[in-house]
């Protein structure tokens, strides 16, 4: 998602191109929340509601559930990782 593009001297990042057309992600906002980088343990809390959620819908929610997860889980501080 992060591939630069050079035009001329200038870099263009598409990530960002690409998300202004997409339909936001539902479970985004969740999951930041049960992996915000000022957590010290598990919010059981919310992951339990995150679970709650999937266990309701259909595959096409879970698939946009680990979009969400995979994004935080390349994140640059250690406690979005581990929480």
Known sequence: DNE???LGWRFHDTSTLSTMFRAPNPFE???NKATDENLTTE???LN???CDRLASND???ARKC???IQKRVVHRNANVQLY
Do not use: C, K
Request: glycine share 0%.
């Open 4 to 6: 630069r593009l050079v």
């Open 29 to 31: 906002e969740l999951v």
């Open 43 to 45: 919010n059981w809390e």
């Open 48 to 50: 339990l509601e995150l």
């Open 59 to 61: 595959e096409s929610d």
């Open 66 to 68: 680990m979009a969400a």
